[in-house]
Structure formats: structure tokens, C-alpha cells
């Protein structure tokens, strides 16, 4: 089943008994951290964004049901110029994406740096599974989605297939 694929992956690379999860209180980051408590990890969420962001609050708001610990870094917006422009140039790309998670992981590596976890695990890419994104359900029919949706999961695969190119992880 998908369940224990993904639980035999967990088990398969991550070495440590406490990890970070890098938590936004959404489908995909909510579902790794509860399959990871679940396998016996001890799970400490991570979130990070604006002061009052959505993100920020949202998490606060699903981890009222799970009760993991949960830290916070809010992100100074007097820096934040400086460090987006630095990890652009580290990366070399005009892919919003890329330069998105890579400001994102920046900050959530410090919070987790700051809290001595050096094993981080995100669900970053697994709304793809689920189709999550606006982009799965931009026709109105059910057929035409069903049709679309292959050619759009190619394409978000070819475009991760690049990102994580032995070149760009070079950069990194």
C-alpha cells in the first residue's frame, strides 16, 4: 500500500529517533509528521514565516489536534532581502519554485540548527499525489481532469528531475 511505502522509505533513510518536520499545517506536512509519530518517532514540528502568515497560524491551528511539540521562527523582514538575494545567486535559477524552497529551507535548517535536530523531513512535492494544487483542477469537468492530470504530473516530474540535477545540488 502507499502507507507502507512510505513508511518502508521513512525507515530506510532516516537515522535518527528525533527529527523536524517542516510544518505548515497543510495536507502534506501534516501527514508525514502523523506517520512518523505513528512509527515511533519523536517528532518536533517546524514552521516558519511573517509574523500573523498563514502558515504560522494554520499550523498553530492543525497542531491543536496532534499536540507535538511545535517551534516557530519568524522571519525578519529586515534581513530577508539580503538572504533571498544571496540564495539566488547560490542557485542561479528563475524558477519561482526553486527559489521558494530554498529561502523555505533555509530558514527551517536554522530553526532546526538552533534546536540541535540535524534530521529534517519535509513533504515537500507530495501534494502531487494527491493532486492537490489549483493547477489539477483548473477544468470543470471530471473526464477532462482525469485526462489532464498524467500530463501535468510528467510535467511536474521532469521539472523535479531537473531541480535536483547533480549540478544544482553542486550549487547548493
Avoid at 491543536?64 to 545567486?89: A, M, V
Avoid at 494527491?130 to 482525469?146: A, L, P, Q, V
Wanted: glycine fraction near 6%; charge should be negative.
Amino acid at each position: 500500500t502507499l502507507l507502507e511505502n512510505i513508511q518502508n522509505s521513512i525507515s530506510e533513510i532516516v537515522p535518527r529517533k528525533k527529527i523536524g518536520i517542516a510544518f505548515s499545517g497543510g495536507v502534506d506536512s501534516t501527514l508525514v509528521s502523523k506517520i512518523c509519530s505513528d512509527m515511533g518517532f519523536d517528532v518536533v514540528l517546524l514552521t516558519i514565516g511573517f509574523s500573523e502568515s498563514h502558515d504560522i497560524l494554520f499550523s498553530k491551528e492543525v497542531n491543536e489536534f496532534l499536540k507535538y511539540p511545535h517551534h516557530i521562527l519568524e522571519i525578519d523582514g529586515e534581513t530577508f532581502p539580503t538572504i533571498t538575494s544571496n540564495i539566488r545567486n547560490v542557485i542561479d535559477t528563475d524558477n519561482l519554485s526553486w527559489n521558494e524552497n530554498c529561502i523555505a529551507f533555509h530558514y527551517v535548517s536554522k530553526l532546526a540548527k538552533s534546536l540541535n535536530l540535524d534530521v529534517v523531513i519535509t513533504g515537500n512535492g507530495i501534494d502531487e499525489l494527491f493532486c492537490g494544487y489549483n493547477r489539477y483542477n483548473s477544468t470543470n469537468s471530471w473526464s477532462n481532469k482525469f485526462n489532464l492530470i498524467p500530463k501535468l504530473l510528467r510535467k511536474v516530474l521532469a521539472n523535479g528531475i531537473k531541480s535536483i540535477s547533480q549540478d544544482n545540488l553542486n550549487r547548493l
